[in-house]
T-cell receptor, first 117, second 114 residues
Framework: AQKVTQAQTEISVVEKEDVTLDCVYE???????LFWYKQPPSGELVFLIR??????QNEISGRYSWNFQKSTSSFNFTITASQVVDSAVYFC??????????????FGKGTRLHILP | ETGVTQTPRHLVMGMTNKKSLKCEQHLGHNAMYWYKQSAKKPLELMFV???????ENNSVPSRFSPECPNSSHLFLHLHTLQPEDSALYLC?????????????FGPGTRLTVL
């Protein structure tokens, strides 16, 4: 069965520290997409990145970087030089090519990140 | 207005009330979604509409009734809810319901059922 695990429920770091959010997924499919979303206190989820299963190239966008490792079924997210505005809940999600009708996209439970000034 | 908007942002209702949540997207997308976000639980997909047709209904109780009159608007009609239905209800849209399309979310409606 497809599954997304974010083992870190809550993380607190001091501003300017680097922090990595872990995401491990399970799938039987060879074609799938992985996502990260950010949910700030205002409530709406904000799309951060999408990765398809055939593209293992790591990506960097400003202070954000993503490490996709198919060998360990992980798609980890690192924030470099964290800022207070990064405080939010971050969700990892999986979408497969042949999901059953109950699962269009599976979200992890989220990691609540606190950046302390 | 841009993006995905939801009204109301907060709603308190009794178990016998009937209310509706509204979602509007200004992105020209063809697919719209309702999600339920409860404390300490993953986001739960409730309904998916593609080109105004319902394509997914994830075993949601009939006290939740969706309506999609056009590709820009989505409603969730509520009646005889239970206290355990209290949650944040999020609406989202995407270009299509296919795998790989990122979803754009509204700010949600915080629902409290007394």
């Amino acid at each position: 069965a497809q599954k997304v695990t974010q083992a870190q429920t809550e993380i607190s770091v001091v501003e300017k520290e680097d922090v990595t959010l872990d995401c491990v997924y399970e799938t039987r499919d060879t074609t799938y997409y992985l996502f990260w979303y950010k949910q700030p206190p205002s409530g709406e989820l904000v799309f951060l990145i999408r990765r398809n299963s055939f593209d293992e190239q790591n990506e960097i966008s400003g202070r954000y970087s993503w490490n996709f490792q198919k060998s360990t079924s992980s798609f980890n997210f690192t924030i470099t030089a964290s800022q207070v505005v990064d405080s939010a809940v971050y969700f990892c999600a999986l979408s497969e090519a042949y999901m059953n009708r109950d699962d269009k996209i599976i979200f992890g439970k989220g990691t609540r990140l606190h950046i302390l000034p | 207005e841009t993006g995905v908007t939801q009204t109301p942002r907060h709603l308190v209702m009794g178990m016998t009330n009937k209310k509706s949540l509204k979602c509007e997207q200004h992105l020209g997308h063809n697919a719209m979604y309702w999600y339920k976000q409860s404390a300490k639980k993953p986001l739960e997909l409730m309904f998916v509409y593609s080109l105004e047709e319902r394509v997914e209904n994830n075993s949601v109780p009939s006290r939740f009734s969706p309506e999609c009159p056009n590709s820009s608007h989505l409603f969730l009609h509520l009646h005889t809810l239970q206290p355990e239905d209290s949650a944040l209800y999020l609406c989202a849209s995407s270009q299509g319901p296919e795998m790989g399309n990122e979803q754009f979310f509204g700010p949600g409606t915080r629902l409290t059922v007394l």
